[in-house]
């Protein structure tokens, strides 16, 4: 057994000043029935805990360490930096660099405003798609995340064509009353509701590749009908693409589908490993922006220098020609050491992946709906998520949660981590 002793004092520590111990509520590893570990340092596809126990790490920060822990390109383009200085509210040369840097990575990002979360991107999105179309209402879809703002914490209800019902206290009935759920993957789901509000909808928000139910991949078609459908309505169509965004490829979901939105958010790898989030899109639409139109918004840390140079260092990386075919020969190799593991369980378990992204759901018969998600076995997950990270390898602590695969993970990893499957799996399914 594994010694987590320092990790559990800690935790004990937190708690008495954190709410919950943590910062952040899928840290705290309650859905897997263990207390928290205390990462002391990454390095590469590894994370050491303050007990000294490695893993390798399919967590990577959730999403931005797709280069892995500790890229030493990053760390010296901080360290130049934060030589000159950590933040001065004015305008700095980094700035422009990022924006010219993102619109090369997506051509539908003519503009681009740079925030400090996904959280921030997606909810400045909303307001702009609001301001843009004088439409106060807008549309996601049940079992998308994007990020906590209040608008955006609400569930489906059980009908089709329903009010939203906020999944958190705190968020006014008025304020749910706007946010419209669909089904992913079910266009017909945003016909009916398009109809039912007619000329009251400014949006349809989506992780074009959802990762925040596990992985589940858009069905074919499924996004150019959403593009045609919000373009006759007259309706904004926002990617929500702080996951897929410089992972799924070198310009997004967007670019691997063929299809252009109308605004983009972006997070996660954009700023290197420090906190960045992004939105953008069409001119006409980003010039609604303050101070040249009448949508507000603003950041004292917007366009911070030293999480500029982390984050265009981590892009001008993911720049190089042949990065996002070494990042899939990674991935390939990944799901070839694990595949015969899972496939000896094709009762019990399912297996989605897009690129670098994947998650198995303890779940048969596959998943391609936000529903057959919802059906996975969660208490198996926590046994094989337990006996997984006591054979040394660090699992999303969650069931709807990917897997996220990095340059730096090695195929020693993958095969000490399809090894250490073989047992996890073979108690968890027993
Ligand atoms: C993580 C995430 C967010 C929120 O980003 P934060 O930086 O955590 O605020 C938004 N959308 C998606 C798709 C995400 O995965």
Not at 134 to 145: L, S, T, V
Not at 308 to 334: N, V, W
Not at 375 to 380: I, P
Request: aromatic content about 8%; hydrophobic content about 40%.
């Amino acid at each position: 057994m594994k010694d987590f002793s320092k990790s559990e004092a800690l935790f004990e520590r937190a708690c008495r000043h954190i709410p919950g111990g943590v910062n952040s509520p899928v840290r705290a590893f309650k859905s897997v029935g263990k207390n928290p570990l205390y990462i002391d340092h990454g390095v590469g596809g590894h994370v050491v805990d303050i007990d000294g126990n490695e893993f390798v790490d399919y967590i990577s920060s959730w999403g931005p360490l797709i280069l892995g822990h500790a890229n030493p390109v990053i760390q010296e383009a901080i360290r130049e930096e934060l030589a000159k200085g950590t933040s001065y509210g004015a305008c700095n040369a980094r700035e422009v660099e990022m924006a010219e840097l993102i619109s090369s990575f997506f051509p539908s990002v003519e503009k681009v405003r740079m925030v400090n979360s996904g959280t921030e991107a997606t909810m400045s999105a909303i307001r702009l798609a609001r301001g843009y179309t004088g439409r106060d209402k807008f549309i996601k879809f049940d079992g998308c995340y994007h990020g906590h703002s209040d608008s955006f914490l609400i569930n489906a209800g059980s009908g089709l064509a329903t009010f939203g019902t906020s999944g958190s206290a705190g968020v006014t009935a008025h304020t749910a009353e706007d946010t419209l759920v669909a089904i992913y993957n079910d266009i017909e789901s945003v016909e009916r509701l398009l109809k039912q509000f007619d000329r009251q909808v400014a949006a349809v928000i989506l992780e074009p590749i959802m990762g925040n139910m596990g992985l589940i991949p858009p069905q074919p078609g499924f996004l150019k009908a959403l593009r045609e459908l919000t373009e006759r309505e007259g309706v904004l169509l926002i990617f929500d693409e702080v996951i897929s965004g410089f992972r799924a490829a070198k310009g997004g979901a967007q670019e691997l589908y063929g299809v252009r939105p109308d605004l983009t958010c972006l997070g996660k790898i954009i700023g290197g490993g420090l906190p960045v989030g992004a939105f953008g899109g069409k001119v006409e639409i980003m010039d609604l922006l303050s101070p040249n139109g009448p949508v507000y918004q603003a950041g004292t840390l917007s366009g911070n220098p030293l999480a500029m140079a982390a984050g265009i260092a981590m892009l001008k990386q993911l720049s190089a020609p042949d990065f996002y075919e070494r990042l899939e020969e990674r991935s390939t190799a990944f799901e070839a050491a694990i595949r015969p593991v899972i496939d000896r369980y094709p009762e019990q378990l399912s297996f989605n992946r897009v690129g670098s992204l994947c998650t198995i759901f303890f779940k048969p018969g596959g998943v391609k709906m936000n529903n057959d998600a919802k059906q996975s076995d969660t208490k198996r997950y926590a046994v094989y998520f337990r006996e997984m990270l006591e054979q040394g390898i660090y699992l999303p602590p969650s069931q709807f949660e990917c897997i996220f695969i990095s340059l730096a993970h090695t195929e020693e990893d993958f095969i000490h981590t399809a090894t250490a499957m073989e047992k996890a799996l073979a108690k968890a399914l027993q």
